[in-house]
């Protein structure tokens, strides 16, 4: 059988990736009147004149809900909420496995931004975190804006930031290893939809200067009275030289080539195309936009793609875990940008320079012990900026 059939017959077997398990024992007619009533009275009068003790006197400190409506799921577009339950799951299974955190997954019958966002937040009071996972663009900007704004916890776009804290982190170590510096090269963006605009954000937050993006249409630039709100505000900050044309023209003489669109989009005569030293990360998955072999072929230094088969696998487990132990354990109020920084730096430290090479830019995806560097680096960066309430 190949991986879609075994993975397939796997979830029939295990009907379901996660399960409920009680921390309490109750065994005896003690236990049960420990755990529930009477005894439980008490805790609850607690919470009542303190809110804030749920986060001691029950499982709101490491409990995060993973939400998705189903309408950008993976690569498999609008399945449906139902559809999306198994990635849900697997999310929470990393969640569990790569930080100790839980995490439930809650599928939304519905595509409307207000029915969304006051659903999260009805429900927030539950949880320590909120992660939005396979939310459709434009929307899902708006959804994690509102819910921001109104929640008291941290609420995170995985497919947006965690993507971006990872590519940063790659891209980092990728440029000690060609020896350009980050605020002189030129990168391309490929894909304007969440992910890219988020990764765009953060490179410039990291210090990259010179940012082209660029969707099926074209290179966005902020002269074109055709753009959607969310892409006039990344044409705002990009394309300082308002470039125009195709994908190929974006490349030209470019140092960075990103993508996070569709398969075999990039040639190898666009890749000879770009500066000496290429670093080029083809995201796109299954199917990169084009193969690493073939980048690398074309003159391309460093390639590294979403693929767990070959080198430098851009996997957003890198992130987000540990971005929640640390905003869990910081009881921060929200995920700044400071804080997704300092994961992308701490990600990029975890490699000691002496061992950073072409096949060596980021760690490997199955290393537990990174969630604890990025979360000690979330934590301290929550606590320096004043967003943790411990």
Known sequence: MNIKELSLQKHYEWRGKIEV???????????LSLAYTPGVAEPCLEIQKDVDKSYELTRRNNLVAVITDGTAVL???????????????????????????DAFPLCIRS????????????????????????????????????????????????DQHGTAIVVA??????LKVVEKNIGEVKVVINGAGSAGCAIGRHLMSVGVKNLVMVDRFGIISRDDDALTDAHKEIANVTNEN???????????????????????IVNEDMIKSMAKDAIVFPMANPTPEIMPDLALSAGARIVG??????PNQINNVLAFPGIFRGALDSRASTINDEMKIAASYALASY???????????????????VAKAVAKAVYDEAKKTGVSRI
């Open 75 to 101: 690569g498999l577009g609008d399945i449906g909420p139902e559809a999306g339950m198994p990635v849900m799951e697997g999310k929470c299974a990393l969640f569990k496995t790569f930080a100790d955190i």
């Open 21 to 31: 398990i009680s921390r309490a024992q109750i065994n005896t007619r003690e236990d």
């Open 242 to 264: 308002l470039l125009h044309g195709t994908l190929s023209d974006a490349l030209v003489g470019a140092d960075v080539f990103i993508g996070v669109s569709v398969g075999n």
């Open 305 to 310: 793609t979403g693929r767990s088969d070959f």
């Open 351 to 369: 490699i000691p320079d002496e061992q950073i090479n072409e096949e060596n830019i980021i760690p490997s995806a199955l290393d537990k012990n």
């Open 169 to 174: 982190a790659a891209l980092i170590n990728a």
């Open 111 to 158: 595509k409307s931004v207000e029915e969304i966002v006051r659903t999260v937040y009805l429900i927030s009071g539950s949880f320590g975190g909120i992660n939005l996972e396979d939310i459709s663009a434009p929307r899902c900007f708006e959804i994690e804006k509102r819910l921001k704004e109104i929640c008291d916890i941290p609420v995170f776009h995985d």
